[in-house]
């Protein structure tokens, strides 16, 4: 509860729903693909703060709590699941949706050349795995945040990024759940 409180403290008062809208008159794929480059690298600078705090040794699954690991599967390299240390995992995690991002058949670089059918479904795999970076953070790393005073940007940030991620529904609720008591006040507009 006091984490909870003091996320609340720190969440900032800015109009971030507004900022997540599609804008009138612009493409949906072309704002979904500016603002997954974005959160990408949101989500990449916050980690890297903790870089030092999250290893093997500390960090031995990737995990948001004792309810909830993540395994890493990209379907190509590595089929099957496997258990990862938190920040092998992250560091696959990022390797994988910059070579998303690069590939110019699944995010093109020339303005108004055509999205992939499957361009939406790439997009919210891309949204649910870092959100699990965001659940590990909060689960794992909140006292080291707090220490490097980044608390007000990393929930500005979640913020900013659960907003998105509600308004384009890229994240099943149940995927949600390791940070239920952060995204249900976000949802209810608290």
Request: aromatic share 12%.
């Amino acid at each position: 509860m006091q984490l909870k409180r003091h996320i609340d403290a720190t969440l900032g008062s800015g109009s971030l729903r507004e900022a997540v809208r599609l804008p009138i008159g612009e493409d949906l794929n072309e704002w979904l693909a500016v603002n997954t480059v974005d959160f990408f690298n949101q989500v990449n600078i916050l980690y890297g703060t903790l870089m030092e705090f999250c290893t093997p040794a500390t960090c031995p699954t990737m995990s948001a709590g004792p309810k909830y690991e993540y395994r890493w599967a990209d379907g190509v390299k590595i089929k099957r699941p496997i258990e990862v240390s938190a920040p092998k995992y992250v560091e696959y995690l990022m390797d994988w949706i910059e070579a998303q991002l690069d590939d110019e058949n699944i995010f093109p670089q020339k303005l108004g050349a055509p999205f992939p059918a499957n361009f939406r479904d790439v997009v919210k795999t891309i949204f649910k795995r870092l959100f699990r970076v965001y659940a590990h953070i909060y689960h794992s790393h909140f006292q080291t945040i707090m220490k490097l005073q980044e608390e007000a940007h990393l929930n500005t940030c979640f913020k900013h990024f659960t907003l998105f991620t509600l308004e384009f529904r890229l994240i099943d609720r149940a995927e949600l759940a390791p940070l239920s008591e952060l995204v249900d006040p976000i949802i209810l507009g608290c």
